[in-house]
C-alpha cells in the first residue's frame, strides 16, 4: 500500500475513534458515585439480594408467632333428618323429623412450654443475623463491580489514547521513510518495515476500540444505562500506603467484620440451634387449650330443640415415646450438619486471611509499580524523540525508532494499568476488612477530575466497520 493511500483509508477512520475515546464534554459528566446509585436501583444482582434479604426476614416473626397464642374460630351449620326404625318406647314407636344444628366454637391455644419451638426461635434471631450479612456481602461486592467495570472502561481509553499516539507516531516515520526512499536515502526494507509496524498498530486500534466497546456495554450492564460521559482519573494522583500500616492489623479485622465471616459464624449458630431443635423431639410439651363453644339444635325425634353453651379448659402434656428411630436419626443429621458448618467458618477464615493479606502486598507493591512505571513512560518518552531525531539525521536505523515506538506504547499502557491497579486493591483491601463503604467511593470521586470520556459507541461501531 502506498503512504497516500494508507494515509487516505485511515485518516478518516482515526479521527472518528478518537473523537469517540477522548472528546472532552461541557455537560455534566457521570462520576463513579452516580453510576454506583445507579446500579443500586438497576443492578439484577444486588436487587435479586435485597429481595432474598427481605423474604429471609419473615423467617423470625414465623417462629415467634410459635411462642405466641393462637386463637381459632370455627362455624358448622347441619341439617339433621331422622327416621324411626325401632324404639322400646311406645310413645315414640315410630315417626320421623327434621332439623338444623348450629355449632360454633372459639379456641384458644398456648404453648406453654416446648424445647423445640424456643430453639426455633433462637434459630431464627441467627438466620436473621446471617441475612442480614448476606446483604451486606452483596451491597460490598456491588461497590466492587462497579468500581471494577468503570475502571475497565478508563483503562482501555487510556490505551486507546496510547496505541493512538503510537498510529500517529508510526503514521509520520512511515512517510518519512518514504520520503527518504523516493530520495534513494533509504532501503526497501525500512520502507517495508515502516509500512508493516503502522499496518499492526492500526489493527491494534481496532482491537482496542472493540475493547472499549465491550467495556462500556459491561459499565450499562451494571447501572442499567449508560451516561454520555464519565469523568476520568486526573495526571495526579496521590498514592497512600494502607492504614493501620501493619498486615496483621487488616486480616484481624477481616476475620472480625468481613460480612463472609459473619455469615458464616451465623451458620454455625443456625446449625447449632437445629440441632437443639430436633433433640426436642426426645422431650414434652406443655400447652394451654381454652374453647368457648355454643350449640343450637332446632329439635330431635324424642323432643323439642336445645341450645348448649360450654367451655372447656384443657391443660395438654404430650410425652414423645417412640417415632421409629427418626427423632434420634434427625439429631445425627443436624449434628453432622453443625459440624460440616463449624469446618466452613475455618476454610472462610482461612481463605479471607490470604485475600487480606494478597490485597494488602497489591496496594504496597502497586505504589512502588507506578512510580516506576511513570518514570519509564518518561524515559521512553525522551528516548523516542531523540531516536526520531536521530533517524532524521541518519544516525540510527529506522527499525530503532520503530522499536522505541513499541516500548513507548507498552509503557503507557503499563503505567495506566496500575494506577487502577492500586485503586483495586486499596478497595479490595476495604472489601476483605469488611468495611468498604460509599464513603471509599466518594474518596475516589476526588481523584475523578480529569477529562471527560465520552461514552457514544456509535463511532466506535462504524469504525470499526469500515475497516
Avoid at 483509508?9 to 455537560?27: D, Q
Avoid at 446483604?135 to 487510556?158: C, G, H, I, K, P
Avoid at 329439635?299 to 428411630?325: K, N
Avoid at 475516589?444 to 463511532?459: C, E, F, M, Q, Y
Wanted: glycine content about 6%; cysteine-free; hydrophobic content about 40%.
Amino acid at each position: 500500500m502506498s503512504p497516500g493511500s494508507a494515509a487516505t483509508v485511515f485518516k478518516r477512520l482515526t479521527l472518528a475513534a478518537a473523537w469517540l475515546a477522548i472528546m472532552p464534554f461541557h455537560s455534566q459528566a457521570a462520576d463513579l458515585l452516580e453510576v454506583y446509585k445507579q446500579a443500586l436501583d438497576h443492578d439484577p444482582v444486588y436487587r435479586a439480594g435485597m429481595f432474598e434479604h427481605e423474604a429471609s426476614k419473615e423467617i423470625y416473626t414465623q417462629a415467634r408467632a410459635v411462642l405466641l397464642p393462637s386463637l381459632q374460630f370455627d362455624y358448622s351449620k347441619t341439617k339433621s333428618k331422622q327416621d324411626i326404625v325401632s324404639s322400646d318406647n311406645t310413645v315414640f314407636a315410630k315417626g320421623s323429623t327434621s332439623f338444623p344444628t348450629d355449632e360454633q366454637s372459639l379456641t384458644l391455644t398456648q404453648s406453654i412450654y416446648s424445647y423445640s419451638n424456643w430453639a426455633y426461635f433462637k434459630q431464627a434471631k441467627a438466620e436473621v443475623r446471617k441475612v442480614a450479612a448476606d446483604l451486606e456481602n452483596v451491597r460490598q461486592d456491588l461497590v466492587m463491580r462497579v468500581a471494577a467495570v468503570y475502571f475497565t472502561v478508563l483503562r482501555e481509553s487510556d490505551r486507546y489514547q496510547a496505541v493512538e499516539a503510537e498510529v500517529k507516531a508510526l503514521e509520520k516515520h512511515f512517510q518519512l521513510v518514504d520520503r527518504k526512499f523516493a530520495n534513494g536515502l533509504a532501503n526497501s526494507t525500512d520502507l517495508l518495515d515502516a509500512e508493516a509496524r503502522y499496518m499492526q498498530a492500526k489493527a491494534r486500534q481496532i482491537e482496542t476500540a472493540n475493547t472499549l466497546h465491550d467495556a462500556l456495554q459491561g459499565l450499562k450492564e451494571i447501572a442499567g444505562k449508560l451516561p454520555d460521559s464519565l469523568d476520568a482519573l486526573g495526571q495526579n494522583l496521590a498514592l497512600q500506603r494502607p492504614d493501620p500500616a501493619t498486615m496483621n492489623s487488616w486480616v484481624n479485622d477481616a476475620q472480625a467484620n468481613n460480612p463472609v465471616v459473619l455469615s458464616r459464624q451465623s451458620a454455625v449458630d443456625v446449625a447449632w440451634q437445629e440441632v437443639r431443635r430436633q433433640k426436642g423431639g426426645h422431650y414434652p410439651t406443655f400447652d394451654l387449650v381454652v374453647t368457648q363453644s355454643s350449640k343450637e339444635t332446632g329439635g330431635s325425634l324424642f323432643g323439642g330443640g336445645s341450645e348448649i353453651d360450654s367451655r372447656d379448659v384443657l391443660f395438654q402434656v404430650s410425652m414423645p415415646l417412640y417415632s421409629g428411630g427418626a427423632v434420634s436419626s434427625r439429631v445425627r443429621e443436624s449434628i453432622n450438619r453443625h459440624y460440616k458448618a463449624q469446618d466452613e467458618l475455618e476454610l472462610v477464615l482461612r481463605q479471607i486471611a490470604r485475600e487480606t493479606q494478597a490485597a494488602y502486598t497489591g496496594v504496597v507493591s502497586s505504589i512502588i509499580k507506578v512510580n516506576a512505571l511513570q518514570k519509564s513512560v518518561e524515559t521512553y518518552e525522551k528516548a523516542a524523540e531523540g531516536k526520531r531525531t536521530a533517524f532524521e539525521s541518519g544516525v540510527i536505523s529506522s527499525g530503532s525508532v520503530l522499536d522505541s515506538e513499541r516500548e513507548l506504547f507498552i509503557a503507557r499502557s503499563d503505567f495506566s494499568a496500575a494506577r487502577y491497579d492500586y485503586l483495586m486493591n486499596h478497595l479490595r483491601l476495604k472489601r476483605a476488612a469488611g468495611n468498604l463503604s460509599e464513603a471509599d467511593i466518594v474518596g475516589i470521586n476526588r481523584l475523578l477530575k480529569g477529562v471527560s470520556l465520552s461514552t457514544d459507541t456509535k463511532a466506535l461501531l462504524a469504525f470499526g466497520a469500515e475497516f
